[in-house]
Every structure is written in C-alpha cells, then in structure tokens.
C-alpha cells in the first residue's frame, strides 16, 4: 500500500516569507508525527497529532511554527517569517496507534532551504 | 536525550553478516528496542522492534540479551543497499497521549558495506 507521502519534496525561500509543508499520512493511522532534522543530526521531535487534535507541540521551537490536522488525515505544517535557521529537512511520520507496538512509518520528508 | 548508545561508524563486507550493537543499560521493563535506518536523502526506514524476546523478519534478526540492558541487529547478508545510518531507540509501551511515546533519536551507526 502506499506510504506516507509529503510535499514538495524541497522548498526554497526567501528570509521573511512563510511556508506551507504537507503531509498526507497512512490511511487509517491515526497518529502523526512531525520531526525536523538538521544536517548530520538525528530527526528531532517537533509535534504530535490523535487523529485531529494536537496532544503535544513542545518541541516546536518558536512561535512561528504551527501545525494542523483539521480533519484527522491530512496535516500541514507552517512556518511563517521563515528565518535560515529554519533550514532543515522536515519529516512527518504516521501510526497505527501511539503506543510502544506500533511502529512509526516515515515519509521522505521537505528539504527546506531558507536563503 | 536518547537513552542507547552506539558506535559512530562500522564497516562490513558485502555479503558478510552485520552485527549492529546498542546498549541502554536504562531501559525500563515497560519499554520496546526499536532499529530503524536512514538511507541519504530518504527518510527514517523501520526495521525491526522486540521487547523481551528476539524477533526476526524480512530484514533483520533482533537479539536482546536476557538482561534487557543491549541488542544487536543483524543483517544477514548485508548488500551494498544496506549502507544507511542505523538508528537503536527505547520506546515506552504505554501510552499517555504525549508526542514523547514516540521516537526519540541519537545519532546511531553509520554502517558502510563495503564491496
């Protein structure tokens, strides 16, 4: 079946400008995750959605990033007044269930480059 | 932080068994070994999970020691396909609503099968 798919697969943009990343999970997952991973670093948490609601967005780091997931599937994440420290690669990922046995399945992520 | 430790890099040759290990010497009763694998520019890859028994699939062969407190991960015939950065992860079971029942990443191996 397929995967969890995201796009665009990379986005440029100018310092100032915000930015919109999907997500379109596995159907029937009702966790979702999204992760940021700098260059050579592990993916770092940023936030996690229950089906439509938004449990846990403490590792978002500024203000500037918001998440949604409005009808339980699909969820984007935004980044306004997007600053180079932003660059980084985005990854969403989806389960069955949160729970310790059901796996993460990853998409390829959105290579962001802020210039 | 992650609570696993593994080495930075390992070789091996192609064909010849991978032997991946990782301690985490903390880990609590109530918590699964997770191996997942990240090939460049393509996002986190599971593997494999176990929580007290070893576990064996398509990919790999988990073998958790009798004290819970490290793994190893082996790729019986590693190909050329298999070079990747392979990451260990300690996952709680439970489930408490929080996006940190997810998965939290250090910096794994850097295993490179060499030809």
């Known amino acids: 079946g397929a995967g969890v798919s995201q796009s665009p697969r990379y986005k440029v943009a100018k310092r100032g400008q915000d930015v919109a990343l999907r997500c379109d999970p596995i159907?029937?997952?009702?966790?979702l995750f999204w992760y940021q991973q700098a260059l050579g670093q592990g993916p770092e948490f940023l936030t996690y959605?229950?089906?439509?609601?938004?449990?846990?967005k403490s590792g978002l780091p500024s203000d500037r990033f918001f998440a949604e997931r409005p009808e339980g599937s699909v969820s984007t994440l935004k980044i306004q007044r997007t600053q180079q420290e932003d660059s980084a690669v985005y990854l969403c990922?989806?389960?069955?269930?949160?729970?310790?046995?059901?796996?993460?399945?990853f998409g390829n992520g959105t290579r962001l480059t802020v210039t | 932080d992650a609570k696993t430790t593994q080495p930075p890099s390992m070789d091996c040759a192609e064909g010849r068994a991978a032997n991946l290990p990782c301690n985490h010497s903390?880990?609590?009763?109530?918590?699964?070994v997770y191996w997942y694998r990240q090939i460049h520019s393509q996002g986190p890859q599971y593997i494999i999970h176990?929580?007290?028994n070893n576990e064996t699939n398509e990919m790999a062969s988990l073998i958790i020691t009798e004290d819970r407190k490290s793994s190893t991960l082996i790729l019986p015939h590693a190909t050329l396909r298999d070079t990747a950065v392979y990451y260990c992860?300690?996952?709680?079971?439970?489930?408490?609503?929080?996006?940190?029942?997810?998965?939290?990443f250090g910096k794994g191996t850097h295993l490179i099968i060499q030809p």
């Open positions: 990922a989806s389960s069955l269930a949160n729970r310790g046995n059901s796996p993460l399945h």
């Open positions: 159907s029937g997952h009702v966790s």
């Open positions: 959605f229950q089906n439509e609601a938004q449990l846990d």
């Open positions: 903390t880990i609590s009763g109530n918590e699964y």
């Open positions: 176990g929580l007290k």
């Open positions: 992860i300690v996952r709680v079971a439970g489930y408490s609503g929080g996006g940190a029942d997810g998965l939290t």
